[in-house]
């Protein structure tokens, strides 16, 4: 039987999604116990991540250049990470952070580990494999930022403009999701996709998702 790319996206999200308690950060915070600090490190290690994931995604459209819905996709997200790293400036005033404090932090590999992965398949995967696993983390990513959204205005007295970062992740809308579908769909038609390996690249992206967030409990 044919599988649409609905029920291949479906099965990655489905199949590849972290199980209860794999965070153990986004429910402290949600509950108003982890420290401060936590959301500073956060914002400090995000510009960072973004600035490699935007990188990257470029270069996963040029090399998709031949399938044009796949292209989209990357294009998208490039653009999406041009906003996001606008909408962190609000969220490090928040944080009591200024530029010179941005420039001057040093990244902690355990929360690099995702960028750099992500770099690892722009370089190396079929970019809708890649389509893939992408697709199945920004799921869990989008519920943590959803979790932490709620929590910063509930528990720590952020404002609105603060956790507009969060608000812009904390869930795909449906030109998103049409734009996924629609390059998994030109995946399946020209027999690039691979869903073994795009499984792999997914798990692996969750794997180094969790790393993030423990990374920022780190002293």
Same mark, same amino acid.
């Given at each position: 039987?044919?599988?649409?790319?609905?029920?291949?996206?479906?099965?990655?999200?489905?199949?590849?999604?972290?199980?209860?308690?794999?965070?153990?950060?986004?429910?402290?915070?949600?509950?108003?116990?982890?420290?401060?600090?936590?959301?500073?490190?956060?914002?400090?290690?995000?510009?960072?991540?973004?600035?490699?994931?935007?990188?990257?995604?470029?270069?996963?459209?040029?090399?998709?250049?031949?399938?044009?819905?796949?292209?989209?996709?990357?294009?998208?997200?490039?653009?999406?990470?041009?906003?996001?790293?606008?909408?962190?400036?609000?969220?490090?005033?928040?944080?009591?952070?200024? #530029? *010179?404090?941005? @420039?001057?932090? %040093?990244?902690?590999? /355990?929360?690099? !580990?995702?960028?750099?992965?992500?770099?690892? $398949? +722009?370089?190396?995967?079929?970019?809708?494999?890649?389509?893939?696993?992408?697709?199945?983390?920004?799921?869990?990513?989008?519920?943590?930022?959803?979790?932490?959204?709620?929590?910063?205005?509930?528990?720590?007295?952020?404002?609105?403009?603060?956790?507009?970062?969060?608000?812009?992740?904390?869930?795909?809308?449906? #030109? *998103?999701?049409? @734009?996924?579908? %629609?390059?998994?769909? /030109?995946?399946? !038609?020209?027999?690039?996709?691979?869903?073994? $390996? +795009?499984?792999?690249?997914?798990?692996?992206?969750?794997?180094?998702?969790?790393?993030?967030?423990?990374?920022?409990?780190?002293?």
């Amino acid at each position: 039987m044919t599988r649409t790319a609905q029920e291949v996206l479906a099965d990655a999200v489905q199949g590849l999604a972290p199980g209860e308690g794999a965070n153990r950060l986004v429910p402290l915070i949600a509950a108003g116990e982890a420290p401060r600090e936590v959301i500073t490190a956060f914002t400090l290690e995000q510009h960072h991540v973004i600035a490699g994931d935007r990188h990257s995604f470029a270069h996963l459209a040029g090399r998709a250049a031949e399938e044009p819905a796949v292209a989209r996709f990357f294009e998208s997200l490039t653009l999406g990470e041009d906003l996001a790293r606008s909408l962190l400036g609000p969220l490090a005033t928040a944080c009591g952070l200024d #530029e *010179e404090a941005v @420039r001057a932090h %040093e990244p902690r590999p /355990a929360c690099q !580990a995702y960028p750099s992965y992500v770099a690892w $398949l +722009a370089l190396n995967a079929e970019p809708v494999d890649a389509v893939v696993a992408l697709t199945a983390n920004f799921a869990a990513w989008g519920g943590y930022c959803a979790a932490v959204g709620s929590a910063l205005r509930e528990h720590y007295g952020f404002d609105n403009p603060a956790c507009g970062f969060f608000d812009y992740f904390a869930g795909p809308g449906p #030109e *998103e999701e049409e @734009r996924s579908a %629609e390059a998994v769909a /030109a995946g399946l !038609a020209s027999g690039r996709l691979s869903e073994p $390996l +795009a499984h792999r690249y997914g798990r692996l992206l969750q794997a180094y998702e969790l790393m993030f967030w423990d990374g920022l409990a780190v002293r």
